[in-house]
């Protein structure tokens, strides 16, 4: 006994093709939306990690940047005790102490003729030199000044940089404000 169908084949095979067609259109549709799926989670994984690692970047900048400016600040520091260092020993191979240095100029100054700033420098070949500036009531009086300066035999090379009248006034005349460097010659034993 066999079935009798009443429906055409080609209408059979075509609905039976239509199944097919939806069975694997379904198939590639789900595969598509997995695939689609999958590559969303990676980049949304990559992008977390990207920000991960962007975040843990800048956190290492921002150390390294501390880092580099603790660094710098030492460094200075550093620097700056080389400096006071390298006056000391220049200090120290010459045999002058600061105090008999400032006890000479107490010798040599007069009573027109006064300090402002005195500065000690180290050049590189252990010389050691003297800034000082002041002020004095009259060129004659910083000419007796320079001239003490220059016969005493601890300051050599004095040279006057700059000399001008100052705005300053006391009584009644203008002050002259002056620079004068000099080398500190070493001490003889």
Known sequence: MRDINLIPGEILERLSLIRHLLLWLCCLVSVAAFIMAAQVYQKRMVYWETQDRQGA??????????LT???????????????????????????????????????????????????????????????LMGYSYSHEALGTFIQRLSSEPMFRLVVLKSVQESKQQLLGSALVQFQIECDIAKEKL
Request: charged share 30%; glycine share 2%.
């Open 57 to 66: 970047i800048k956190d290492v900048e921002a150390t390294l940047a501390k």
């Open 69 to 131: 400016g603790d660094i710098r600040k030492e460094q200075k520091e550093l620097d700056f005790a080389r400096r006071e260092q390298l006056q000391l020993v220049s200090l120290i191979e010459q045999r002058r102490s600061y105090p008999s240095v400032l006890a000479k100029l107490a010798d040599i100054m007069n009573d027109q003729t006064w300090l402002q700033q005195l500065a000690f420098n180290t050049a590189s070949d252990r010389t050691l030199h003297l800034g």
